[in-house]
């Protein structure tokens, strides 16, 4: 009987799925044959059993499974990767932490800004020994090197102290190989330091970054930055700081070597603003030292200022005509650039009378006045700076944001300007603070927050 059952069931149409209740509107009876035996009638209505449905069924939960297996698998991962960053994460806080205890512990060292020197480095040899037409040993030397360089680049792996003073030693020592390769291509010889023997800038060397300011502060764009343009006996070495997140002048930082200076160990720290004492303050980061005394731009009323860091005394002044109302190119409160040379101290400014144009002023050292005065035809607010070289003023203007110009000089020994054109290369665009040191013939830039500097080359006699 069941046999019967299980063939008729076998036999039912297999085409249409119905729902369960559906089910009921079947019906099962019973008989006696002719020849006796017993027959069971059985009636299905149209419902199928649904086998290639639970196939399909079967097979979705199959896959179903394998991608639930696939996610506990991911998240095992991830939660071994967490752990791991967490780990990460504990040590760099640590670090942090470390250098938060002392801004002396923290070394910015870019590798890839390394790597790009010393391919432009690589770049300006073959350059030299295609245009000297040169087979000297001496090229060959500085491509092995410069090989050695990015071996040493590579191999650094951490940013401490001794790492940081190898690298710039031996870049140090190639960038003057460099410039003595470039001086023989010129075929001119530098002037001595302190002497104007010479036909004025013929170029400006490469830029020399040395590192982020003291500060650590990447916001700290306006600034100043450099050495005694005239040292007191005793403090030929001395380095000197200022920077702040605007152009406003409050204190002054004094290092006793360059070492100091990149290892961010002050000598000494001047402010020139103390609560319900004094306010010193200057603002326009067009500043200079001589015989360790600041010469800056005062802050109210406005005139030029100095600030002796011997005897810790100010003295400021007014200069007839000058104005606030015009600046350089590249910030405001630029009114009064202040400079220094072979042949003493300078100001340069702009008055009304001058309809904006640039005045150069020669200041008296010992009664702190404007002794005599130039007029120049360049509007000082289309000027991105100036310094003075022997009694020659150079003016700046951007060219674009890696290349700065000097475009105008005027010679105050002589009387007569002139349009020229020497550019170099700027570390990045802005800028707020250019100025020539006769007691090493260097130019000293700070260049958004960054110590940077310049070897200055002149016109042989």
Not at 50 to 59: I, K, L
Not at 188 to 194: D, E, F, L, M, R
Not at 398 to 426: G, W
Request: hydrophobic share 35%; charged share 20%.
């Amino acid at each position: 009987m069941m046999d019967l059952l299980l063939l008729l069931l076998l036999a039912a149409p297999a085409h249409t799925w119905l729902s369960l209740e559906d089910w009921g509107s079947g019906s099962v009876d019973g008989s006696i044959g002719e020849f006796g035996q017993c027959v069971c009638n059985v009636f299905l209505p149209d419902t199928s059993f649904p086998a290639d449905r639970v196939e399909h069924m079967q097979t979705s939960s199959n896959q179903l499974s394998v991608i639930v297996k696939l996610h506990i698998n991911k998240v095992s991962s991830l939660k071994i990767q967490l752990v791991i960053l967490l780990g990460q994460l504990s040590n760099l806080t640590a670090r942090v932490e470390s250098l938060e205890s002392g801004p002396d512990k923290y070394i910015k060292l870019d590798f890839e800004l390394l790597r790009i020197e010393l391919r432009e480095f690589e770049a300006l040899v073959t350059q030299l020994k295609t245009s000297l037409n040169s087979t000297s040993p001496a090229f060959q030397s500085l491509y092995i090197e410069i090989r050695n360089m990015s071996l040493i680049v590579d191999q650094l792996e951490s940013y401490d102290r001794s790492n940081l003073e190898v690298i710039r030693i031996e870049f140090a020592k190639l960038q003057r190989k460099l410039e003595k390769c470039q001086d023989d291509k010129d075929d001119h010889s530098n002037a001595q330091i302190g002497s104007c023997k010479h036909e004025g800038i013929l170029r400006i060397g490469k830029p020399v970054v040395s590192q982020l300011n003291a500060d650590l502060n990447g916001g700290f764009k306006y600034g100043g930055w450099g050495k005694d343009t005239k040292p007191l006996p005793g403090s030929e070495n001395m380095y000197w700081y200022s920077g702040f997140t605007d152009t406003l002048v409050s204190k002054v930082t004094q290092y006793t070597d360059y070492y100091k200076l990149i290892m961010r160990q002050a000598f000494k720290t001047h402010s020139l603003f103390v609560q319900n004492k004094y306010d010193w303050r200057g603002t326009g980061n067009n500043y200079v030292v001589r015989e360790n005394t600041l010469y800056y731009q005062y802050r109210s009323p406005f005139g030029m200022a100095k600030f002796n860091m011997t005897s810790v005394t100010v003295q400021n002044k007014a200069i007839p005509k000058a104005s606030a109302q015009f600046s350089y190119h590249y910030s405001a409160n630029q009114n009064l650039d202040f400079a220094a040379d072979e042949s003493g101290l300078w100001v340069t400014y702009a008055t009304g009378e001058s309809n904006g144009n640039l005045v150069i002023g020669k200041i008296n050292e010992q009664t702190f006045e404007v002794e005599e005065v130039w007029q120049t035809s360049e509007y000082k607010n289309s000027i991105t700076n100036a310094f003075m070289t022997c009694g020659v003023l150079y003016a700046t203007r951007s060219v674009d944001t890696q290349t700065e110009e000097i475009f105008y000089t005027y010679d105050t020994n002589k009387n007569e300007e002139s349009h020229i054109s020497i550019r170099f290369e700027k570390f990045q665009d802005f800028y707020v603070n250019l100025d020539y040191n006769p007691a090493d013939q260097r130019l000293y830039m700070y260049n958004n927050g960054y110590y940077v500097y310049y070897n200055v080359k002149f016109k042989a006699d």
